[in-house]
């Protein structure tokens, strides 16, 4: 994944040539420099170079995905999304200091929860989460059996102002680049995807 940031009130913008070099990042995240250097012909020095400044600048980033849904294990046949919104007073501080520190709920995060955001609806702020599940019945008691008790003993019982969800049925696309069911393959993207196609931070 790669995205542009702020650092230090100033807006990190990617030059040509490192676009040209985490292009070939989105196409193969475990290629080499020298891989890089051959298929851009930018020198290989440079290409390391470039690519540790992006990486300690925190604008360019790696991890691993366990495709457990439809195009991987398929051990998860049911994703909702919710959007949990917490009463007026729950501040984003309170949240990730008394739960994204706390061992059980990064626990809970990487068992059921897929992606989660922090975000806000008319002033109040919300918790927007996608939760997997073998089939809907387990993800619905997944919600009201762990998640919700969980949020109500660290934020207290009438945290949680509304939640509303929509039922997440087909992956189409990823970061802005991966579509599994198109131009992916053996985790790569597709050597005829054309680089046009391949957004970096330019609109």
């Not at 068992?111 to 955001?117: D, E, R």
């Not at 189409?172 to 597709?190: E, S, T, W």
């Amino acid at each position: 994944m790669v995205r542009t940031t702020k650092k230090k009130d100033k807006m990190v913008k990617l030059d040509k040539i490192e676009q040209k070099i985490v292009k070939e990042l989105i196409r193969n995240a475990r290629a080499s420099d020298s891989e890089i250097s051959k298929k851009t012909s930018i020198p290989v020095m440079t290409v390391n170079r470039r690519r540790k400044k992006l990486e300690d600048e925190k604008v360019l980033r790696y991890y691993t995905s366990l495709d457990k849904g439809e195009f991987g294990m398929e051990i998860f046949g049911a994703k909702k999304l919710f959007i949990i919104q917490f009463k007026i007073g729950i501040s984003r501080k309170e949240y990730i200091e008394k739960l994204e520190s706390d061992a059980k709920w990064r626990l809970l995060n990487s068992k059921y929860i897929s992606f989660a955001y922090l975000g806000d609806s008319g002033g109040h702020l919300s918790l927007i989460i996608a939760l997997d599940a073998k089939d809907a019945e387990e993800l619905i008691e997944e919600f009201n059996a762990k998640i919700v008790p969980y949020l109500r003993t660290k934020l207290g019982k009438d945290c949680i102002r509304r939640v509303s969800t929509t039922s997440l049925t087909k992956l189409l696309r990823v970061h802005h680049n991966y579509m599994p069911a198109h131009n992916m393959d053996k985790g790569r993207i597709k050597k005829d995807w054309p680089d046009d196609l391949i957004f970096v931070d330019g609109v």
